[in-house]
């Protein structure tokens, strides 16, 4: 599980008809403090009503697929969820 945030929407005019309703994303992904890794990964996201600006966790690979809604889509990278903060330590506390 990645953590990252939804930089930009795809907008697709034609899609494989298994992911018709669902939103592609943009993720950049972060490290833990926030800071911007140079990595970027196309996500799915199909029932939280998420958009461009908010924190998410990414599954990728095959578990992608294990998310309600998602069997039998062909996707390796989904939005599992929106992150409203992060506590571990002292070194890394916030709130999105």
């Known amino acids: 599980m990645d953590f990252g945030i939804i930089t930009k929407e795809i907008i697709c005019t034609v899609k494989e008809p298994k992911i018709e309703a669902v939103k592609l994303f943009m993720v950049r992904l972060l490290n833990l403090d926030k800071s911007e890794k140079n990595e970027y990964i196309v996500s799915a996201e199909n029932r939280l009503d998420l958009g461009a600006g908010d924190y998410v966790l ?39």
């Open 58 to 96: 990414v599954i990728k690979g095959s578990p992608s697929r294990m998310l309600e809604g998602n069997d039998g889509m062909p996707v390796d990278s989904a939005i599992s969820a929106k992150v409203d903060s992060i506590f571990i330590d002292d070194k890394y506390k916030f709130l999105i």
